[in-house]
């Protein structure tokens, strides 16, 4: 049987370091995940809607539940974190802003190599999910 030899890529140095800050990240917010949601089971600070109320919105849906909680959509949740049950919203922000901590860390890589092309594309991503994650172009409503 023919041995087949197989050769290793090593990754980029972008690579490496847009997966280190995705790890450490990702490990950031799984733990700030778990602090916020002990928060919220422990009662450390009160509810915006009490659990016994919560069934009620189940069946409700985002729009009238926005309006029947009084909360506000897309960025609203910020002005609630005074809340236990919106204060784990921190984490999910944090994570879904993830990516565009890894592509702003590689940008200063990939001018340093002169890789133009790269660089304008990490920067054409960082644009447009900070746009999407803006509200600006906000779709549903």
Not at 10 to 18: A, D, G, H, N
Not at 103 to 126: G, H, N, Q
Request: glycine letters at 8%; a negative charge.
């Amino acid at each position: 049987m023919a041995q087949v030899e197989v050769d290793m890529v090593k990754p980029s140095e972008e690579q490496t370091l847009y997966a280190g800050i995705l790890e450490k990240g990702m490990y950031l917010g799984l733990l700030t995940l778990l602090i916020t949601f002990l928060i919220y089971i422990l009662g450390i600070l009160d509810l915006r809607i009490a659990l016994d109320e919560l069934p009620r919105y189940w069946q409700m849906s985002a729009d009238q539940y926005l309006h029947e909680a009084g909360i506000q959509a897309g960025w609203g949740w910020v002005a609630l974190l005074g809340y236990g049950d919106f204060l784990n919203f921190i984490g999910i922000a944090f994570l879904a802003a993830l990516t565009i901590f890894c592509y702003l860390s590689v940008i200063p890589t990939l001018l340093k190599k002169k890789d133009y092309i790269y660089s304008i594309l990490a920067l054409l991503e960082v644009l447009v999910l900070s746009l999407a994650a803006s509200g600006i172009l906000a779709a549903g409503h």
